[in-house]
């Protein structure tokens, strides 16, 4: 899928996407512990840009925790809904190959299921691209779906609109994220619950390395 794609996909969908996935976290305990953490590592550090925001659940999340985050998302017509819950947190429309971030000003990204939506070849690129706005010190937490090669659906969310996305094994997203110059810390990998979509979820937990 191409960015334009993938925006006019969630665009289509968004209405119902946010219906369905706003409240998820609270159903996701493993989720939560996760973004808990990250909470904690940024909390009085500064700001986590939260990519592929969606409706901005995640980002959310995370503002309940006492963090300022800031939602990114390709498709203008999901910045639009987390605009609509939540009308004074930030919510920018951007590429994550190309964010409108500088170097280093973000406590921590955290990027789940956006990955997912690149091809494989523009994974180093993605997350070496999230790793710059980072400050040393500061926190990488991605989740992907794991697994060997891509998927293929020609419906979402009962829209008739074409979806691919692209499966990461643990080793790979290490790698790529240890090339970009951050540690990894824990690399997760558990089983979906019975509400979700029936792969295998990856998170990588990192932390950005110190200037050299």
């Given at each position: 899928m191409d960015v334009g794609d993938v925006a006019e996909v969630y665009?289509?969908?968004a209405g119902r996407y946010t219906a369905t996935f706003f409240d998820e976290l609270d159903r996701k305990p493993d989720d939560r512990r996760l973004l808990d953490d990250v909470a904690t590592a940024c909390r009085s550090r500064g700001p986590v840009l939260d990519v592929g925001c969606g409706p901005g659940h995640v980002a959310a999340y995370?503002?309940?925790?006492g963090v300022a985050a800031v939602g990114v998302d390709l498709a203008p017509a999901m910045?639009?809904?987390?605009?609509r819950r939540d009308p004074v947190a930030p919510f920018v429309v951007a590429d994550l190959r190309r964010l409108p971030v500088a170097d280093g000003v973000m406590a921590g990204v955290v990027a789940f299921y956006s990955l997912i939506h690149l091809p494989r070849t523009a994974l180093p690129t993605a997350v070496r691209e999230l790793r710059r706005t980072v400050r040393p010190r500061g926190v990488l937490l991605l989740a992907v779906h794991a697994g060997v090669g891509s998927v293929h659906a020609?419906?979402?969310?009962?829209?008739?609109?074409?979806v691919d996305a692209?499966?990461?094994?643990?080793?790979e997203l290490s790698a790529a994220v240890e090339a970009?110059?951050?540690a990894v810390e824990h690399v997760v990998e558990r089983p979906p619950y019975g509400f979700e979509h029936?792969?295998?979820r990856l998170y990588v937990r990192a932390t950005?390395?110190?200037a050299p």
């Open positions: 665009g289509q969908v995370l503002r309940r925790q910045a639009a809904a987390g605009r020609d419906a979402f969310l009962g829209e008739p609109v074409a692209t499966l990461y094994r643990a080793e970009a110059g951050c029936p792969t295998t950005v390395a110190e």
